[in-house]
């Protein structure tokens, strides 16, 4: 599809056209060519915790519905692994339970929980067998606190992906957090215009009334880096602010929010009381889930600041986001322009998810 590669410099750029977020053939390609080569949040809470255990998890259900398997060894290193067996495909593992090796229940295939191939009966005259295609395929995955992501085949490496971000989140005590609420909404939009509303604070006067109360406008700030942005939230005078140390990049500014956004579809954002989540995950050309977490640090502050209401603005950039999917299916709207001045984080996702539709090499 042509009129994908949008322009470098914002001034003279245009969206992307309207068909992105309605053509089904368009949402099927995103699918592959963008979930199934990014990082995706996959689990928010270790399901295997113990030594010598393995659990099923389906990375992004009803989109990618990839089935894999959290295995720990008995020394107690974990391992993300391919849920399939390496024979003809069986169903290794449906619920999460305590064993010493993998077994297959069709034709008694056998892996260690490292994934190696261990055993298989009735193949001793089978030839060049068994080779490392026979091992059960390893999964990229990372962690950041209780967080474990993890990518099919992702296009970078976890270090570049969160690129300037891990210097701007070395504060956080990632470690000593967990996961303390989880919310799932639906919205009946699709994830890309879910993405593009929350990339810029243009919409936050018009849309958000109890944010503009506690955020500075003018003072609002975005910076791109190669997978992602950053949106810094200075907050008004009296503003619940961010402890941030005299070593971060923002130190002195009247820091409330910092929302980062890594492509195509995972959002951080840091409040005085701690970070929340929005894990987009598509569910149809149409129809997206926001895994909704939130992961407190300081419980005496949760009701203060612009993180306090988080429920309030979602409900109100959902019924935002919905408007205008019913708007983009207009066959008179095909494609918009950017303020140069407060879509710099939109622009900038256009052209990463532009560019990822082209480029099948990646
Ligand atoms: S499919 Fe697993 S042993 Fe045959
Ligand atoms: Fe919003």
Request: hydrophobic content about 35%; glycine content about 8%; overall charge negative.
């Amino acid at each position: 599809m042509k009129d994908l590669r949008i322009a470098e410099d914002i001034r003279d750029a245009s969206t992307l056209p309207a068909d992105i977020y309605r053509d089904p053939e368009l949402y099927r390609q995103q699918v592959e060519r963008v979930f199934a080569r990014s990082w995706q949040l996959a689990s928010w809470n270790d399901p295997t915790p113990e030594r010598e255990t393995a659990a099923p998890l389906t990375l992004l259900p009803r989109c990618l519905d990839e089935p894999l398997l959290v295995t720990h060894d008995a020394s107690g290193t974990r391992h993300l692994l391919s849920n399939v067996c390496t024979h003809r495909g069986n169903m290794l593992v449906d619920t999460a339970c305590t064993m010493r090796s993998i077994r297959c229940r069709y034709h008694g295939r056998r892996f260690g929980l490292d994934g190696r191939f261990a055993h298989m009966p009735e193949f001793e005259e089978a030839r060049g067998f068994p080779s490392p295609t026979d091992d059960l395929p390893r999964v990229p995955s990372a962690r950041l606190g209780p967080l474990l992501f993890a990518g099919i085949r992702p296009a970078q490496s976890f270090e570049s992906w969160l690129g300037p971000l891990a210097e701007r989140f070395a504060f956080v005590p990632w470690d000593r957090l967990k996961v303390d609420e989880e919310r799932h909404y639906e919205v009946d939009a699709h994830w890309a215009l879910y993405c593009d509303n929350y990339l810029e604070g243009f919409h936050i006067p018009f849309v958000h009334a109890s944010l503009a109360d506690g955020l500075d406008y003018g003072e609002y700030s975005t910076e791109t880096f190669e997978w992602g942005s950053l949106q810094v939230g200075i907050g008004k005078e009296g503003e619940d602010l961010l402890d941030l140390p005299a070593s971060h990049p923002d130190h002195g500014r009247n820091v409330a929010a910092l929302y980062a956004f890594l492509f195509p579809s995972t959002m951080i954002n840091v409040y005085g009381w701690g970070v929340s989540i929005n894990a987009v995950q598509p569910l149809g050309p149409n129809r997206t889930r926001i895994v909704f977490l939130s992961l407190v640090s300081d419980a005496s502050r949760r009701s203060r600041g612009v993180g306090a209401d988080l429920h309030r603005v979602e409900m109100e950039d959902e019924a935002i986001v919905e408007s205008v999917q019913r708007g983009v299916r207009s066959r008179l709207y095909h494609r918009g322009r950017f303020s140069p001045s407060r879509e710099i984080g939109v622009h900038h996702f256009h052209r990463l998810l532009g560019r990822s539709m082209i480029d099948e090499e990646r």
